[in-house]
């Protein structure tokens, strides 16, 4: 049973880290309009404000060409032949950008499509968007999206198993309980015992072992994520187990205190119906 | 009143274990049921406390057939039967007095009611000073006596003794006997198997001879023959 859940906790613990990881990937994710170079600049602002109104939008960023500039400066800051280069051209050769952030990584879909359908569009009617680097991204966005998917199923998974597998053991632990007990339930039985009166103590012996367990884990815990967040606090990318286990204990708690205690009441509950004559 | 009708049992594996039985057993009767081991004396026991079907005929106790009470009402009846067997079968880390207040916790009896009856009980079956004894402290006898006062102490309308003197010496025997001769006289139907001849014939009282699963023998005061 402390096993049992030990594999819970550790499976919260896991779609805990799960989540973050998720999240920190799903923050990185993005989708940058780029303008023409001549796009102006009050076009590109009010574009900015229509896609910050559609609801899949969660935010989104306007990179200047002269901030363009910059950066592009910045990350060539070693390599002079490029630096070289964009001197000898003169004039910024890039463009303003948008960089558009989706509440969830499958809305990007719809963006774009927002995107191609109505692209903003100067006084000319030629188009101001150079291009969508979504085309460029969306492998990553669909493999992402796919990735996350699949893991949250296998999650569930898991956790249905690891409950059907210890609903099991604690199923053979009643079972052994009551065979060493058979005899004085035989004699209860002669004796006119009620089934409740024969069978309450091993539901309530069960009940007891589950919340024991939970708070046995519970225990274990404590030293346990305060070694594991030290040794995997950079691999976590700022993840802190411990952390996260101090400040959501009350969450582990519950959890896993329900949880023995459903675990340990309702195996030993069906393990007595199954295993109790009476 | 207890009425066997016409019982049959055969066992999973073909073996005959009671052969058409049909007896009578009247209130604060003393029966003794005798005959060789595998007459079907325990057969016959364990159909009147609804531990095995028969598998043709039926079994009544009071106007009711006992193996028509649904499992949930069983141990209402088991209630009126008190039990003894020959291997005691008390709970070895229980001592004398906890053995019998036992009885009473199972079925739901209160502390006051537990607290006033089990002295009372445990002088009845002569074991007033050995109330804190575990069962390996007693001997034979005395873990029979308290067995029997584990019987009773619910006041069953019958006792249904299994070879209750089986493991026991003359002396033992002859004590434990007493005991369910005084506990009949008190007013209770007393059931016992037996292969003790010195019993039965001590006895004076109603015995049934079976053998190979008949009734073949039924005297009002009879003897033990075979």
Redesign the interface.
């Known amino acids: 049973m402390t096993v049992t859940l030990a594999i819970v906790g550790l499976l919260i613990f896991l779609s805990a880290i799960l989540s973050h990881t998720l999240a920190s990937i799903k923050d990185k994710v993005d989708v940058n309009v780029y303008f023409v170079t001549t796009a102006p600049e009050s076009e590109i602002v009010a574009f900015q404000r229509r896609l910050a109104e559609i609801p899949e939008v969660e935010r989104v960023t306007y990179t200047s060409r002269e901030e363009a500039l910059q950066a592009f400066r910045e990350r060539h800051k070693e390599d002079q032949l490029t630096l070289q280069a964009l001197e000898e051209l003169g004039d910024n050769p890039l463009g303003a950008s948008l960089s558009i952030k989706a509440e969830d990584p499958s809305d990007y879909a719809s963006i774009v499509e927002f995107l191609t359908n109505e692209p903003p569009t100067a006084v000319d009617g030629a188009t101001l968007i150079e291009r969508v680097n979504y085309f460029q991204n969306k492998v990553v966005i669909d493999r992402l999206t796919q990735a996350i998917d699949a893991t949250e199923r296998a999650g569930a998974l898991i956790v249905l198993l690891f409950a059907l597998a210890s609903t099991v053991i604690a199923f053979a632990t009643v079972r052994l309980a009551i065979y060493t007990a058979r005899d004085e339930i035989a004699i209860m039985r002669l004796m006119g015992a009620s089934n409740t009166f024969i069978r309450g103590p091993f539901v309530v012996a069960g009940i007891i072992a589950g919340v024991l367990a939970a708070f046995i884990v519970l225990a274990l815990f404590y030293p346990v994520a305060f070694y594991a967040s030290s040794a995997t606090a950079a691999w976590l990318g700022g993840f802190n187990l411990f952390n996260y286990y101090t400040n959501h204990f009350a969450l582990f708690f519950v959890i896993l205190v329900g949880a023995g205690f459903l675990l340990g009441g309702i195996a030993s509950y069906f393990a007595v119906r199954r295993y109790l004559r009476i | 009143m207890i009425l066997f009708d016409r019982v049959t049992k055969h066992y999973k594996d073909g073996t005959p274990a009671l052969d058409d039985v049909s007896l009578t057993i009247n209130p604060k009767e003393f029966v003794s049921i005798v005959g060789h081991s595998g007459a079907g004396k325990t057969t016959l026991l364990k159909m009147l ?1 609804a531990e095995e079907r028969p598998t043709e005929g039926l079994v009544f106790f009071e106007e009711v057939n006992v193996h028509d009470i649904p ?2 009402l ?8 008190g ?1 003894v067997f020959q291997d005691f ?1 008390l ?1 070895p880390n229980r001592t004398a007095y906890e053995n019998i207040s ?2 009473m916790e ?3 009896k209160g502390d006051d009611e537990i607290a006033s009856d089990v002295p009372y009980i445990l002088d009845l079956v002569d074991l007033g000073d050995k109330a804190q004894h575990f069962p390996h402290q007693l001997s034979g006898g005395e873990q029979q006596r308290v067995a029997i006062g ?1 019987a009773i102490i ?1 006041q069953p309308d019958v006792i249904v003794a299994d070879e209750p003197t089986g493991n026991l010496d003359p002396v033992n025997t002859f004590e434990v006997i007493e005991i369910l001769k005084k506990i009949n006289e008190l007013g209770t139907t007393v059931i016992i198997t037996t292969h003790n001849k010195g019993v039965v014939d001590a006895m004076g009282k109603r015995v049934i001879t079976m053998e190979k699963g008949r009734v073949v023998r039924d005297d009002p005061r009879g003897h033990y023959i075979l």
Do not use: E, M, P
Request: glycine share 4%; proline share 0%; net charge positive.
């Open positions: 406390l499992a949930n069983l141990h209402h009846y088991r209630r009126k039967l039990t079968r709970i036992f009885a199972a079925i739901g584990r619910n």
